[in-house]
């Protein structure tokens, strides 16, 4: 009779599982809805549905007429069940921050700069994730995941930062500290990946097998793999750190970086080339492409060549069906930018890709976080709900 028990409280905890997966999958949906998707009889979805309205994870948000006997109770996610926080830090640029709610709706937004060498990031992070709850709206003590993008490779056996440049953001225990501080589980991502996430849920690289996203940003380079919706992070989480990847610049035998040849400074400095005289890497592409005169064409098309060193490598390797060119100097470069680079990749490129430009004109690491985030954040609740109290 134990076993019993037991088998019978398990089967009820998956049912409630299944039924608040149904719920977040769909948005709302009625008892007929979940008896349609899953072959539950009504006691049962009654039964669930009760459970989860009294854990505070659905509602009632309406009831649904035109059908005989009385109207059906509408059900959908309780947005105040949880709230995962997320932050984009960057070098030398404002702290991004949002607030999501369990519905999957962004509740608030903030940009602010941080000067960290004067301060701690365990309390920067600490002073953001207060001030974005303050400014949604949101009781802080419900958060209950945050979410970093943060430029440079996260190594989860260690809990390190490398090949970060905020400083700060490299020293050993930092993770566990912002846990200690925060109470609440923090997860650390590649800016990048997580740019590749919202391209994937929102842009270029919707309904793909699988995609590159090339990230040329002012403030560094970098590659994410999407193998069939999972990224490959690699062992230490360093995989896509393609701006240390050694190349020959094009004429010479001087051995350099990918970096010295598409990073911010090497987009400037060619651009001057070409009469293009601009304060930052992204306005001199943003200004080039926007004019059709010669030399305008002409830095872009060689700009588009040395991009093309690099990613005939990454096509050789990895052979993706899709390239996206995003970051902020790719957003700017757009269509043309695009156009180039796949004129540049026909000579230089070993397999036939299609490059895209990114459909993006957000802040991407921070979109992606704010998606991480929620799938964290749902997948706790789901994991807790599927073991039997």
Partial sequence: MEHLGGSSKLLRAMNEAAALGHVLNRGRLTRADLRDL??????????????????????VVGHESGRPGPNAEIYAANPDAAYTVALSVRYSVPVTAAVCDFAGVVRGRLSTP??????????????????VCVRAGVDRRR?????????????????????VDVPGWSRQGLVADLYQR?????DVDNDVNLAAI??????????VDGFALLWIGESGLGLAIDLGGTLLRGARGGAGEIGYMP???????????FQDLVGSIAVQELAREYGIHEPTAAGAMAAATSRIDEPARGFVAAFAERVAIGLAAVIAVLDPPLVVIGGDI?????VPLRTAVSAALADAAPLETTIAATALDDDA????????????VREDILATLRQPA
């Fill in 198 to 207: 919202a391209e994937r849920a929102r842009g270029a690289a919707q309904d």
């Fill in 182 to 186: 925060l109470r609440t589980r923090v």
């Fill in 247 to 257: 190349m020959v610049a094009p004429g010479g035998a001087q051995k350099v970086d």
């Fill in 38 to 59: 899953t072959g539950l009889s009504k006691p049962t979805i009654s039964d669930a549905f009760k459970r989860l309205t009294e854990a505070g994870l659905v509602t």
């Fill in 114 to 131: 941080v000067d960290f060498t004067a301060t701690d990031p365990v309390d920067a992070v600490d002073e953001v994730v207060g001030a």
């Fill in 143 to 163: 958060v209950s995941h945050v979410q970093l993008a943060v430029s440079g490779s996260y190594d989860p056996r260690t809990g390190v930062i490398h090949h």
């Fill in 330 to 334: 790719g957003q700017a470069g757009g």
């Fill in 365 to 376: 690491p921070l979109l992606g976080a704010v998606d991480a985030g929620l799938s964290a």
